[in-house]
């Protein structure tokens, strides 16, 4: 008999309908979930925050692929599928958009979408003309967008890199954001029904449709205007990624990013980094994919484990 204890919810069960429980959280997190089909939007209302995104033919009857464990937002005008983070997946998923010559919004958390997606690239299969990469759920690091994005020109795909950020408690996505010329991603609110507020320089989000007290987001804002416009920087707390982590992932280069998934073990020898699929470590710091995945206990239907 576990000797755990019973977790109590303190928000209303639906009786009907389908819940995405929250990507992070604990055993007894049970009231971090949302119902996939409340608050649905439109891939179009992105040209709102950003012109250029219909400008340049992302947004016109595009794919909408899932990279990410856990049910995301579905864009109503949108063809959705689901890869359930499964290689073969992917593969099919990019060949169908390539055959009908339709745009991609390739959606998911950093680390697992860069694994996949490189995996892919690697093997010089199909991909579409145009992608769009909406990435949340864990802080993306600099160097890595620019991988991503080297990877995708080198492949002759137009393409730009976009961010979400939300709380399963209150909306996925609620904020869109784009890195800055300084290399910070600044946020705009994506949703209607949300309100942001930053207190103490904490970030809070709250639904305003329903009775809904504010939700601590767990991290840090500056609230800013950049070119016209209301917005947040977020700081992700060090709960989230401790500065030795941080440190070593903004030190990586181009190189590192191909042999390296981005998932760090803090040991007390140090910090350990899982390597790509048929990759061979080359030094003690490295380990092998799937020995990481067995030493650690890390997957990629888990966020990595950055913080302290």
Known sequence: MSDSPSPSSSRPIPATGVLSMSAGGDLTDIDKWRIVADQGRAARELAMLYPDLAERGFLEAPIQISVYPASIMRFGDALFIDTFLRPANLARALRLAHIANRPVLLCGQPLA?????????????????????????????????????????????????????????????CLAGRRTDDGRVY?????????????????????????????DT???????????????????????????????????????WDR????????????????????APASAEEVGYHEFERRYESSLLEKPAWGE
């Open 113 to 173: 979408l860069a694994e996949l997606l490189f995996e892919h690239l690697d093997k010089h299969r199909p991909v579409p003309t145009r992608m769009l990469v909406l990435m949340g759920g864990c802080q993306c690091p600099l160097g890595l967008e620019q991988r991503i994005r080297d990877r995708l020109s080198a492949a002759g795909v137009d393409h730009d890199i976009g961010y979400g950020y939300g709380t399963a408690e209150v909306a996925a996505g």
């Open 187 to 215: 946020y705009r609110l994506a949703a209607a029904g949300v309100a942001v507020t930053v207190e103490g320089g904490r970030l809070y989000l709250r639904r305003t449709d329903i009775e809904q007290a504010p939700v």
């Open 218 to 256: 767990g991290d840090d804002a500056i609230a800013t205007r950049v070119d016209g416009h209301d917005g947040w920087f977020i700081v992700p707390s060090a709960k989230r990624i401790a500065p030795a982590v941080g440190a070593a992932l903004e030190s990586w280069q181009a190189a590192d």
């Open 260 to 279: 390296r998934t981005g998932y760090i073990a803090q040991t007390d020898e140090g910090l350990r980094f899982q390597v790509r699929r048929g990759v």
